[in-house]
């Protein structure tokens, strides 16, 4: 019998509990599972973070360390693991933004992780930061972040099968298809 592969996106606010929450949801499956982590240490406090990160982790679980490639990543997995958690998206767009990708090119990764999603293949939770709920940035690249990062948990939010945000440490399902059903008149979500 073939698995049944699920996928879910944790969104929410800096310190919202998405990476804790992630990890227990990962934790409490029986899968073999690949931590993705896509945060470079590129400075002191990114350095502890890490740290942190990987103390909490559990030394059962596979680590992958991939900032740029995220579905080459998640397709070593296949056939190893049957589970990945990435961590997250928000630094992933963040590093191909800062290597100099443009908005085309981050979206047409975003539509590629899109598709391995939607194949089955593999079970994900993908975490990342609800970016437009915050402060609305003071410098152009911070505005442009934003706008890539909102179009890329749109795309990410309408593949995967479940939606969690994360509100103080509490979740939220704002997504599920096992138990929402379609009224006649509402359109499925669709990717933008």
Request: with cysteine.
């Amino acid at each position: 019998m073939a698995a049944v592969h699920h996928s879910e996106l944790v969104l929410g606010g800096v310190r919202s509990g998405k990476s804790r929450y992630a990890l227990a949801r990962a934790e409490r499956s029986t899968a073999r599972t690949t931590f993705i982590a896509t945060a470079q240490p590129l400075d002191a406090g990114m350095r502890e973070r890490i740290a942190a990160h990987r103390a909490e982790r559990p030394r059962h679980f596979t680590t992958v360390e991939e900032p740029f490639d995220l579905v080459a990543a998640c397709r070593r997995c296949q056939g190893r693991d049957q589970l990945a958690l990435i961590d997250c998206l928000t630094l992933w767009v963040s590093n191909l933004l800062l290597r100099g990708d443009g908005e085309a090119r981050i979206l047409s990764e975003a539509d590629e992780l899109m598709k391995l999603v939607r194949e089955r293949s593999l079970s994900v939770i993908i975490v990342s930061n609800e970016v437009g709920e915050g402060v609305h940035p003071a410098t152009s690249l911070g505005v442009e972040f934003g706008d890539v990062m909102g179009q890329v948990n749109q795309r990410i939010a309408a593949a995967v099968d479940r939606v969690t945000l994360m509100v103080a440490g509490i979740p939220v399902t704002i997504k599920d298809v096992a138990t929402t059903t379609t009224l006649s008149h509402e359109q499925p979500l669709q990717a933008p």
